[in-house]
């Protein structure tokens, strides 16, 4: 049974903000390929942005963007009506930083994960991704640190590899992101608005939302995500103690997801909040709300639906028929 969660979790929670975010990522997902691009600030406050209509023979004016005071690095814009919003707002299916999640109830939590390893985010029965962590160790407070490196997309036959690169050193010119479409390596031109589309799967689409390190993927009628490739500065790790060596900038993934059709089976550290009988246990009130259980959502690899709460491949309810081999939905 579908269930249209985020929209109800917005008007259950009752915020301004959370409903205008909701409102603009149903804008870009009822247009896709719209003209949203990114401001990166460069520790620069206040940036603007020119903004204009690119269809054919517009003749609405442009206008100047800026980003919210509250985004710290850089923020999205929709033109030509310089809508704008961060990436990390709290608005449900947003991962931040060091795993920092927002769920479909409105409640943001950590996931730490572990180094190296791969965690189911969400399991449905004709949709699993799971993510890879990398991280850092501070001897010092002996903690560590994880970000989500990547990201193993599943649906019908197919898969989807959207990465972050490793770099020694970030550079802000250089694309540092890395695209893959079942094993095959994906070049998307760099320019905003670049789209690319594979044959086998013409529902799917990966378009820039910048020259290098932003994008949207957007399965249709199924999911849409955008992703921003972000390093870890030596200002970050000063700051907040990751402990981070010269020799790797721990590249890695800021995401805001938005799904659709999601059956009320679905599962994963990020899934089970879709859910209508999610009930959350966590210390919602802590500095640092902490979900655990990694063992349930470990998988065995990046594109592996074998973690302990894998619904992928599974009949959906009242039809006897797997949707994970109804590729014919994605044509």
Request: proline share 4%; charged share 20%; net charge neutral.
């Amino acid at each position: 049974m579908a269930r249209w969660s985020s929209a109800a979790s917005a008007a259950l929670l009752g915020a301004t903000l959370l409903y205008s975010v909701m409102a603009l990522t149903t804008a870009l997902a009822q247009q896709p390929g719209n003209n949203m691009q990114v401001i990166n600030m460069d520790g620069r406050r206040n940036s603007k942005f020119t903004c204009a209509d690119t269809k054919k023979d517009s003749k609405r004016p442009g206008c100047r963007a800026t980003c919210p005071t509250r985004c710290p690095k850089k923020c999205l814009v929709l033109c030509p009506t310089c809508k704008t919003f961060c990436l990390c707002d709290f608005y449900p299916g947003v991962s931040c930083g060091d795993p920092r999640f927002t769920g479909a109830d409105g409640n943001t939590f950590y996931f730490h994960g572990k180094k190296g390893q791969d965690f189911c985010i969400l399991s449905d029965a004709g949709l699993h991704i799971n993510a890879h962590f990398i991280g850092s160790h501070n001897s010092a407070l002996n903690r560590d640190f994880t970000w989500i490196q990547a990201l193993g997309i599943r649906f019908a036959h197919h898969s989807l590899y959207v990465g972050a690169a490793r770099a020694a050193a970030w550079d802000a010119a250089a694309d540092h992101l890395a695209l893959a479409f079942d094993d095959d390596a994906v070049l998307l031109p760099r320019a905003v608005g670049a789209r690319w589309s594979p044959h086998a799967a013409p529902a799917l689409s990966v378009t820039r939302t910048a020259d290098a390190n932003a994008i949207v993927v957007e399965l249709r009628g199924v999911l849409r995500v955008v992703a921003h490739v972000v390093p870890i500065t030596a200002e970050d790790s000063r700051v907040h103690g990751y402990g981070v060596d010269a020799g790797d900038c721990l590249a890695h993934l800021d995401l805001g997801f938005k799904f659709y059709d999601l059956t009320d089976d679905v599962h994963g550290v990020l899934g089970q909040t879709y859910r209508a009988d999610y009930v959350n246990r966590l210390n919602v009130t802590a500095n640092m709300p902490l979900m655990g259980g990694a063992d349930t959502f470990r998988s065995s690899g990046l594109f592996e639906a074998d973690c302990a709460v894998a619904r992928f491949g599974r009949n959906t309810a009242g039809t006897g028929i797997a949707m994970v081999t109804d590729g014919a939905k994605y044509l």
